[in-house]
Nanobody, 124 residues
Framework: QVQLVESGGGLVQAGGSLRLSCEAS????????MGWFRQGTGKEREFVAA????????YYADSVKGRFAISRDNAKNTVYLQMNSLKPDDTAVYYC?????????????????WGQGTQVTVSS
């Protein structure tokens, strides 16, 4: 089992920045690719970003490309999501997810482990 705990959400004005963190415990963190997903009110959970086990490859949804950056620190068992130039449309609960797979990282079904989510609210 892998336990994931997100932090760093909050209320920010449009154009502002936030950094989300997700700390993992329970298994060897570097064995897992990690992803961030989000779910707005009344919407389906959607892919935001993913990073492979080593941290050398990352993937982004078109809606956040150029504004968000995913990174990981395997020594700290933590994955990050730096969010810049935030827009009201970015308002959602953000979830961290982990998988021992290495492909299809944009798909929710790839991930076996999920955090409880952290709320991000962007005001206009």
């Amino acid at each position: 089992q892998v336990q994931l705990v997100e932090s760093g959400g909050g209320l920010v004005q449009a154009g502002g920045s936030l950094r989300l963190s997700c700390e993992a415990s329970g298994r060897t963190f570097s064995n897992y690719a990690m992803g961030w997903f989000r779910q707005g009110t009344g919407k389906e959970r959607e892919f935001v970003a993913a990073i492979n086990r080593s941290g050398y490859s990352s993937y982004y949804a078109d809606s956040v490309k150029g504004r968000f950056a995913i990174s990981r620190d395997n020594a700290k068992n933590t994955v990050y999501l730096q969010m810049n130039s935030l827009k009201p449309d970015d308002t959602a609960v953000y979830y961290c997810a982990g998988t021992d797979g290495s492909s299809w990282l944009q798909h929710r079904s790839t991930y076996a482990y999920w955090g409880q989510g952290t709320q991000v609210t962007v005001s206009s």
